[in-house]
């Protein structure tokens, strides 16, 4: 079965903290995607990755192939980063192929 | 660019009514997704399209549910009749060529409330 998992379910962090998100999904996939949805509900593609690394501002999104995991980092967390971050995943194989699976989302509170 | 444009942004109905959904992707892009949020499943794709042809229905939860695109600059998401599990924000989301490698651009979203 096809599963995308994220860790953790809520974090609350201090403004300035570094943050991290993960991803492990179960099979090989084509690409993965970063969500952000804002808490107005309004959502935004941060990174997709298929390898290796990204950066954009202060945030980074890692992801290993082998490991079947993905990682995205906030640096100098301030309190307009406070959303759900959703972790998106496009099998390689069979029905899934043109579908994203959703992980259930990883909800960010940074305390000023 | 306007981005994604769906209406209405909030539509609140009863039980047996026939809703219609409505979608505008951004200009140039060639596929279009149907998704649905919910706090218990979070985010399902609903259906895809891609040079406006049905590619993967597969996500419609049942009879109920028909989506069209008739033409490159909008879709339809009807839910006939309504039910008040059907109470959801749906998102419709263009992408350039519905590629893996294709950033999806989302809309607004519609939220659903059916009495």
């Known amino acids: 079965k096809n599963e995308v998992e994220q860790s953790p379910q809520n974090l609350t962090a201090q403004e300035g903290e570094f943050i991290t998100i993960n991803c492990s999904y179960s099979v090989g996939i084509s690409a993965l995607h970063w969500l952000q949805q804002h808490p107005g509900g309004g959502i935004v593609s941060l990174f997709m990755?298929?390898?290796g690394k990204k950066k954009h501002g202060r945030l980074i999104a890692t992801i290993n192939i082998q490991e079947k995991h993905s990682s995205l980092h906030i640096t100098a967390s301030h309190p307009r980063d406070s959303a759900v971050y959703i972790c998106a995943v496009r099998f390689s194989s069979g029905a899934g192929s043109y579908q994203l699976t959703f992980g259930k989302g990883t909800k960010l509170s940074v305390i000023p | 660019d306007a981005g994604v444009i769906q209406s209405p942004r909030h539509e609140v109905t009863e039980m047996g009514q026939e809703v219609t959904l409505r979608c505008k992707p951004i200009s140039g892009h060639n596929s279009l997704f149907w998704y649905r949020q919910t706090m218990m499943r979070g985010l399902e794709l609903l259906i895809y399209?891609?040079?406006?042809?049905?590619?993967?229905d597969s996500g419609m939860p049942e009879d109920r549910f028909s989506a069209k695109m008739p033409n490159a600059s909008f879709s339809t998401l009807k839910i006939q009749p309504s039910e008040p599990r059907d109470s959801a924000v749906y998102f419709c989301?263009?992408?350039?060529?519905?590629?893996?490698?294709?950033?999806?651009?989302f809309g607004p979203g519609t939220r659903l409330t059916v009495l």
């Open positions: 399209f891609n040079n406006n042809v049905p590619i993967d």
């Open positions: 990755l298929s390898s």
């Open positions: 989301a263009s992408s350039l060529t519905g590629g893996h490698t294709d950033t999806q651009y």
